[in-house]
Nanobody
């Protein structure tokens, strides 16, 4: 399975963006899709994740209440709705699938730039 993230762009603080992560194949119900981001000069950090089958979600404290992760099982696509964006949200955003050995199947990143 390969993942492809898209939907990034340049926005103003307070704006919204929705990122998509398309899977090349059908995902199992047990799969978990995660979103990560990497800002210049910083380590990659976890943003959010969703369990493909039941839809349970988890968020980093820094985005809780502003970001919503979801999935469309029929479309094999995950989403990250980002509201109330802040300059500190500026980063390359990646999606990945959780394997038994850790996060894998990293998609190509999509750049989000938030200006104040």
């Amino acid at each position: 399975v390969q993942l492809q993230a898209s939907g990034g762009g340049s926005v103003q603080a307070g704006d919204s963006l929705r990122l998509s992560c398309a899977s090349s194949g059908r995902l199992l119900s047990s799969a978990r899709m995660g979103w990560f981001r990497k800002a210049p000069g910083k380590d990659r950090e976890f943003v959010a994740a969703v369990r493909w089958g039941v839809g349970t979600t988890v968020y980093a404290d820094s985005v809780k209440g502003r970001f919503t992760v979801s999935r469309d099982r029929a479309e094999n696509t995950g989403y990250l709705q980002m509201n109330s964006l802040k300059p500190e949200d500026t980063a390359d955003y990646y999606c990945a699938l959780e394997k038994s050995t850790g996060w894998a199947s990293w998609g190509q990143g999509t750049l989000v730039t938030v200006s104040s």
